[in-house]
């Protein structure tokens, strides 16, 4: 059986502004404390001329997403936004009613920029609230407390962007099970159509790993906090659709379940990572990270900026099912042959030992994650490190 991999027609964008007001303790993201006065004009001079260089890898190919994120992006006043977005507009060929979405912070946008930015273009606002107690705000660095918290979804709600996201974070220092379901009581008042639920997790390189903070919640609290919020959730009528999503009928956030799928997206900007599919294979590339270098890089005469690398074949099953496993509803099987250009008998073994485990479910042409297998996700992802068997690689037609 020959197999044909099709570079996907539809691709997401990712563009990312680095810059914060200040780097939280616990962010292991490519964000940067923001100098006095924002190089705004710089550096999208610098994207643009980073996306006129990936041209020629995606030329033809619409765009169904664009996702502002960061640092805090809403640093970018929405005229910044507005001129941006046109500059992209010119360039690229946006799908009618793509998703456009934008990571604001409250204490770093005024009430009254968030009409602004709809009218700029912005489709979807993702606001990182992370807790609406003030003590626990302090701990985690954050520079809004839980009335700016409140402001801010008000004023985002007001706006009438086509959607909105608030993100949480729960085993705070210090938290207990009723402070973690206070915090999503105030969240769910404001009926949000998505919100995203983390865990705090020390991440290495962070000021929190090389000093972790007292009072940590222990592996039981924590379980014991994600299921009762994940419960509380699913009656406020906000299923979980993804590992760490949760959203009303229509809300999913439609350019990261082009990631959870497997498809290919464009990185522009400091730090950006990309996925390219081509008829050779499947590419990853990754922008310079400081923001100074990625300006002064994109801004020269460099005829690649970044790094470029092509995926080994024994690595895809493992990245396909890394992503497509984050999702409770799954994907079609046929999905793996036609992303990965693998035949899936080639991880039949894995697939059958994970299933026979309790972490994975086949059924009606569909491959997905058990209960079990969402709660063990790293293990079970882990399966499919193991070298693959009797893989068929795709053959480019001429």
Request: proline share 8%; with cysteine; aromatic share 8%.
């Given at each position: 059986?020959s197999i044909?991999?099709?570079?996907?027609?539809v691709?997401?964008?990712?563009?990312?502004?680095?810059?914060?007001?200040?780097?939280c303790?616990?962010?292991d993201f490519?964000s940067?404390?923001?100098?006095?006065?924002?190089?705004?004009?710089?550096y999208?001079?610098?994207l643009?001329?980073?996306?006129?260089?990936?041209?020629?890898?995606?030329?033809?190919?619409r765009?169904?997403?664009?996702?502002?994120?960061?640092?805090?992006?809403?640093?970018?006043?929405?005229?910044?936004?507005?001129?941006?977005?046109?500059?992209?507009?010119a360039?690229?060929?946006?799908?009618?009613?793509?998703?456009?979405?934008m990571?604001?912070?409250?204490?770093?946008?005024?009430?009254?920029?968030?009409?602004?930015?709809?009218d700029?273009g912005i489709?979807?606002?993702?606001?990182?609230?992370?807790?609406?107690?003030?003590d626990?705000?302090?701990?985690?660095?954050?520079?809004?407390?839980?009335?700016?918290?409140?402001?801010?979804?008000?004023?985002?709600?007001?706006?009438?962007?086509?959607?909105?996201?608030?993100?949480?974070?729960?085993?705070?220092p210090?938290?207990?099970?009723?402070?973690?379901?206070?915090?999503?009581?105030?969240?769910l008042?404001f009926?949000?159509p998505?919100?995203?639920?983390?865990?705090?997790?020390l991440?290495?390189?962070?000021?929190?790993?090389?000093?972790?903070?007292?009072?940590?919640?222990?592996?039981?609290?924590?379980?014991?906090?994600?299921?009762?919020l994940?419960?509380?959730?699913?009656?406020?009528?906000?299923?979980?659709?993804?590992?760490?999503?949760?959203?009303?009928t229509?809300?999913?956030?439609?350019?990261n379940?082009?990631?959870?799928?497997?498809?290919?997206?464009?990185?522009?900007?400091?730090?950006?990572?990309g996925?390219?599919?081509?008829p050779?294979?499947?590419?990853?590339?990754?922008?310079p990270?400081?923001?100074?270098?990625?300006?002064a890089?994109a801004?020269?005469?460099?005829?690649q900026?970044?790094?470029?690398?092509?995926?080994?074949?024994?690595?895809?099953?493992?990245?396909?099912?890394?992503?497509?496993?984050?999702?409770?509803?799954?994907?079609?099987?046929?999905?793996f042959a036609?992303?990965?250009g693998?035949?899936?008998?080639?991880?039949l073994?894995?697939?059958?030992q994970?299933?026979?485990?309790?972490?994975l479910?086949?059924?009606?042409?569909?491959?997905?994650?058990s209960?079990?297998?969402?709660?063990f996700?790293?293990d079970?992802?882990?399966?499919?490190?193991?070298?693959?068997?009797?893989v068929?690689r795709?053959?480019p037609?001429?």
């Amino acid at each position: 059986m020959s197999i044909t991999l099709q570079p996907p027609s539809v691709l997401s964008l990712y563009v990312h502004l680095p810059w914060c007001k200040a780097k939280c303790p616990y962010c292991d993201f490519n964000s940067h404390v923001a100098p006095a006065t924002v190089p705004v004009e710089r550096y999208t001079a610098a994207l643009l001329a980073d996306l006129e260089r990936e041209l020629p890898w995606i030329w033809g190919r619409r765009i169904g997403s664009i996702f502002f994120g960061g640092g805090t992006p809403s640093l970018f006043p929405p005229a910044a936004i507005d001129r941006l977005l046109a500059e992209l507009r010119a360039r690229l060929r946006l799908q009618p009613g793509a998703e456009i979405s934008m990571e604001a912070n409250p204490g770093a946008i005024e009430a009254a920029a968030f009409r602004a930015y709809r009218d700029a273009g912005i489709t979807r606002l993702s606001l990182g609230i992370q807790s609406f107690d003030d003590d626990l705000l302090r701990v985690l660095g954050r520079i809004h407390d839980g009335a700016a918290a409140r402001r801010a979804i008000a004023a985002a709600a007001d706006a009438a962007f086509a959607s909105f996201n608030l993100d949480l974070i729960f085993a705070l220092p210090g938290q207990d099970l009723a402070a973690a379901l206070a915090d999503l009581e105030t969240a769910l008042a404001f009926a949000p159509p998505h919100l995203s639920l983390y865990q705090l997790t020390l991440e290495a390189g962070t000021p929190f790993a090389a000093q972790p903070p007292a009072q940590m919640p222990d592996a039981d609290l924590a379980a014991d906090m994600e299921l009762a919020l994940r419960e509380r959730l699913a009656t406020a009528g906000l299923p979980r659709y993804e590992i760490s999503a949760h959203a009303r009928t229509g809300h999913a956030c439609r350019h990261n379940l082009n990631y959870w799928r497997y498809g290919d997206y464009l990185g522009i900007g400091a730090g950006a990572h990309g996925k390219i599919t081509l008829p050779d294979g499947i590419w990853r590339t990754r922008k310079p990270p400081r923001p100074e270098s990625y300006m002064a890089d994109a801004l020269a005469t460099l005829p690649q900026l970044g790094e470029r690398e092509r995926v080994a074949g024994a690595e895809l099953p493992f990245e396909f099912m890394l992503n497509a496993l984050r999702l409770p509803g799954g994907v079609p099987e046929g999905l793996f042959a036609e992303r990965t250009g693998l035949a899936l008998e080639g991880i039949l073994p894995q697939l059958l030992q994970a299933e026979a485990d309790g972490l994975l479910r086949r059924q009606d042409g569909i491959l997905r994650p058990s209960a079990c297998g969402l709660d063990f996700y790293n293990d079970l992802c882990a399966r499919f490190l193991q070298p693959v068997r009797r893989v068929q690689r795709l053959v480019p037609q001429a």
